[in-house]
């Protein structure tokens, strides 16, 4: 039986396949699959009319995060010419936290979670005709109703590689999955857990090797927090561990560059201190960290359940600088039950720090489907600080897509009152 998987591997979802196709490399039964990895919307159809002329069964994987849940919405439109002929399944953050409103747009199954084990057994209860009901961690319609089975274990990182490796689509490494804090704004702790699980040293080395075999030569990191690396819970750090990780894989990298907290992850306010910055300096290739500060409100960190204070983001920058590397420091406007005494403490914590130096990523909030701050309306921006973020970044001191951001709110926001 002559099988084909069709995904879209778009910029913004290259980590989750990368991560999924990996999971099948490690099982024999997808040694024949036909993987097409679509770049765009048009690819992706293109791809998708190939592969029911040329294959007996075509499964249609689309990972999505809610800013493309339009986009997604879109392209299902054009899919429907593919319908009986194709099994199209759902996955990724948006799914994870809305199962019910990504199955209406016609999917036949959404797999919640992390997906290596459960998205590999799927395909195989597909491809082979059977029943795939009683999967653990999927939801899928019955009868007109949503069915949610019980979750998924949690993954062992060490099991599965971070990337496809027959295929070559190299990426940066996960190392460690789960997060402690429980941010109300974050999907992060809703998908993986706070439960923190890291790839071995071991491990990791291992596919630095594969990527300098294959001529690369530039490794980065995937990782709630970079400077968490080894540590038991997630809050307390295991510098030891952090830094042979960073050195051994500097070492096998070699001549090439290693990158610790600079995209596409960020450290925590609370865990930049002299011998974390040091560890960087040391060994990565980075000039910069980037720090999640988030608010300059102690009350809004607070309600939050964010877990650091407004102290902390000033000592990571002064620090962060002190060391010789640049700070860029997130910041997100719009939080719900965020008042203007807030926004105002916001605005002057930003205000010390480009003085100090710093460069400020300003975001919007998002209500994401599945965390505390779902059904929260946001805190609109007033053309006050809109005026004031426009200024700062026409002299480079801000950046970010906080304008794209809060016009997808509002988008986000009708849609779940109307």
Known sequence: MR??????????????????????????????????FSRDEEEL????????????????????????FWEIKGLMKRLREFRGRVFLVAGGPHPTGDPEGTLKLGFDVVVRGEGEETFKE???????????????????????????NKPRRWVDLNDYPPFPIRYK????????????????????????????????????LRYVEVMRENEKRDVRFVSPNAFSYGSPDGKRLNLEKLEGMIMG????????????GSFPSEVRPEHVNEE???????????????????????????????????????????????SGLKANVDFIFGLPGEEEEDVRETLKVIEDLM????????????????????????????????????????????????????????????????
């Open 3 to 36: 099988k084909a998987l069709v995904v879209n591997y778009f910029k913004r979802n290259k980590y989750s396949f990368n991560a999924l196709i990996g999971a099948l490399e490690t099982d024999e039964y997808f040694d024949d699959l036909a993987v097409y």
């Open 45 to 68: 159809v293109k791809n998708l009319r190939e592969a029911v002329r040329e294959y007996e069964k075509v499964v249609v994987a689309l990972s999505f995060m809610t800013p493309q």
């Open 122 to 148: 799927l395909l195989k209860r597909v491809y082979e005709g059977e029943g795939f009901e009683d999967l653990e961690g999927i939801s899928f319609l019955e009868d007109g109703e949503v069915v949610s």
């Open 169 to 204: 689509k190299f990426g940066p490494i996960e190392i460690t999955r789960g997060c402690p804090y429980g941010c109300f704004f974050c999907q992060t702790p809703r998908i993986f857990g706070g439960w923190v699980r890291h790839r071995s040293v071991e491990n990791i």
């Open 249 to 260: 894989a500097k070492e096998a990298i070699n001549p090439g560059r290693v990158f610790l």
């Open 276 to 322: 974390t910055l040091r560890i960087v300096k040391e060994y990565a290739s980075n000039d910069n960290l980037v720090i999640g500060a988030q608010s300059g409100s102690q009350r809004v960190l607070k309600l939050c359940r964010r877990g650091h204070g407004v102290e902390d983001v000033y000592q990571a920058v002064k620090l962060t600088l002190k």
């Open 355 to 418: 003085g100090m130096g710093a460069r400020i990523h300003a975001h919007f909030f998002l209500p994401l489907p599945g965390t505390p701050f779902a059904e929260e309306e946001p805190k609109w921006l007033s053309e006050d600080v809109r005026r004031k973020l426009r200024r700062w970044a026409s002299k480079g001191k801000v950046y970010g897509e906080w304008r794209k951001q809060e016009g997808l709110a509002r988008r986000m926001w009708d849609l779940m009152t109307s």
